[in-house]
């Protein structure tokens, strides 16, 4: 059941993503949401914000769109493309680029990893044969979270590129700073669950590093600060 729900949050997430052209209810509710949140609050906390939003409105509206492999590549190829050629928010069109780049890697090579499963039991029953930590829903719903974070962090992006909304240098640094933070614990969560093993350690060490720490902190229920006080496994 794990490889199917990681499987389709993984789908759902790089569509959205790959889709600039707010024309439902869903993406208008959302911008009106971002933008209200982006204006009060510095990215993160932002993106905290947001998290509630995306969740339920995605929930609400459900996955109405489908696309096959080809047009899936297609789509977030011809986005790729359209980033490189822009000028005047280069540093963000590049980390954009780079999350699309890895999200493309990671989807490319868990379904590598899983197709076998896939081809040979319902995907309800698939189970994963390592020990699982104990706490492992827990990590499943800021797993959850953190898709939301990628759905915020593209959204904001999309807008900000195409002048839909405008920023202080401060919050684009922020938001920067936010896609590299936020892809190194989506690679984390991904190794977490097993569904992803980086083919390239030295570049993702930190990703490896953070995974074993998640693996520490949901086997216990908490998670230690900056001070080595217990926190909950929260946000």
């Not at 992006?157 to 405008?166: A, F, G, P, T, V």
């Amino acid at each position: 059941m794990i490889a199917k729900e990681i499987n389709d949050m993984m789908l759902r997430v790089v569509y959205r993503a790959g889709d600039d052209t707010p024309n439902n209810s869903y993406d208008k509710t959302l911008i009106d949401i971002l933008t209200k949140n982006v204006h009060l609050y510095d990215i993160e906390d932002a993106a905290k914000a947001t998290r509630f939003y995306i969740n339920n409105l995605a929930t609400e509206n459900g996955d109405t769109e489908k696309m096959n492999v080809d047009q899936f590549f297609n789509q977030i190829n011809k986005v790729i493309t359209s980033l490189a050629k822009n000028v005047e928010f280069k540093e963000l069109a590049e980390k954009v680029i780079e999350w699309f780049d890895f999200q493309l890697i990671t989807m490319a090579e868990s379904f590598e990893k899983i197709k076998i499963e896939f081809l040979t039991k319902d995907p309800n029953e698939i189970i994963f044969v390592a020990p699982r930590p104990r706490f492992d829903d827990m990590a499943m719903d800021a797993f959850k979270f953190k898709n939301c974070d990628v759905q915020f962090m593209m959204t904001l992006s999309n807008l900000i590129i195409n002048k839909s909304i405008q920023v202080s240098k401060k919050k684009l640094d922020q938001l920067i700073n936010f896609i590299d933070q936020t892809m190194e614990s989506y690679g984390a969560f991904l190794i977490f669950f097993d569904v992803w093993e980086p083919s390239s350690s030295m570049k993702y060490d930190r990703m490896l590093a953070l995974s074993d720490i998640y693996y520490i902190d949901y086997s216990r229920g908490y998670k230690l600060n900056g001070e080595g006080q217990k926190v909950a496994l929260v946000g």
